[in-house]
């Protein structure tokens, strides 16, 4: 079993102040006592659960879902002996951890088994007014270099480009024009690089707005995979990889290898713990 987890962090918010919070979605599944009963099945052979929801202090809440898996089986050993397993499913956990006074969540990052962006598709099953914003929190230091210096390259790649937002404003042009492409030539991912290429000078100013807008972009799905950026400041050319400068914790925990509630309380409390420390 891996004992190794990563968590990442995310604004979120709303465009609309009379749209549900998350916190208020999230309380509303977990009032169904019956866990069975708050799995939504958001694809084929994807099932996922609110498993389990607390208050972590006044501002915040932990919580877990869990992917319920009931084909393809794996199979149980007992020595030399192999016979099929007796469970009729099996759950897959991540664990998140939300301010709801600040809009930040931070959640164990293993989209094989529940991602952000299906996390949001679980909210929308509930209430059809469950829209958020969600962009990775970057790391401050790296995106002042960003808007500090004049950019000579921008390069982004986006997986499941069918479902992002629309951009708006002037940008609204290529957010359509990138989900027109998926969508023509059945693309489930979509590079773009803006460059100056051999020609001296800088791309436009509004490009960083662009940039900015791109870590807002996720849809149900879609997901900001890269976002590069050459850029020149003080006559010094440095490359700058603002998605991998997004806050982001990585342990080693002491988690049991049977055990799933003990692990739910390890994890949350190193979430926690930590979150409080570097966020709140």
Excluded at 229 to 243: C, F, G, K, P, Y
């Amino acid at each position: 079993m891996e004992k190794t987890f990563t968590f990442r962090f995310y604004n979120v918010t709303r465009d609309n102040a009379a749209k549900p919070a998350m916190v208020d979605i999230l309380r509303q599944a977990a009032k169904e006592p019956d866990k069975q009963k708050r799995e939504q099945t958001l694809a084929q052979d994807l099932t996922i659960r609110l498993e389990e929801l607390h208050d972590d202090g006044a501002d915040a809440i932990v919580g877990e879902f869990v992917r319920c898996q009931d084909t393809n089986l794996p199979s149980e050993l007992d020595g030399s002996a192999r016979m099929p397993l007796s469970a009729k499913k099996l759950g897959h956990s991540v664990v998140f951890r939300l301010n709801h006074k600040i809009g930040v969540i931070g959640i164990q990052h293993d989209p094989r088994v529940v991602s952000i962006g299906r996390i949001l598709e679980y909210l929308h099953t509930y209430n059809a007014n469950a829209f958020y914003n969600i962009a990775p929190r970057l790391d401050p230091k790296a995106w002042q270099k960003f808007k500090k210096g004049s950019v000579r390259k921008l390069s982004v790649r986006i997986a499941s480009p069918d479902s992002m937002h629309d951009l708006g404003g002037t940008d609204n042009a290529a957010s359509t024009g990138i989900r027109a492409l998926a969508d023509a030539y059945d693309a489930p991912t979509i590079g773009i690089e803006l460059s100056m290429g051999h020609r001296k000078g800088f791309l436009a100013n509004a490009v960083s707005d662009f940039a900015d807008k791109l870590t807002r972009s996720l849809g149900p799905t879609a997901r900001l995979d890269k976002l590069t950026a050459v850029t020149v400041v003080d006559d010094h050319t440095e490359e700058l990889d603002l998605i991998e400068e997004r806050q982001v914790l990585k342990e080693t925990l002491p988690i049991d290898d049977r055990d799933p509630v003990k692990n739910y309380q390890i994890k949350t409390s190193y979430l926690s713990s930590e979150m409080k420390r570097i966020i709140g």
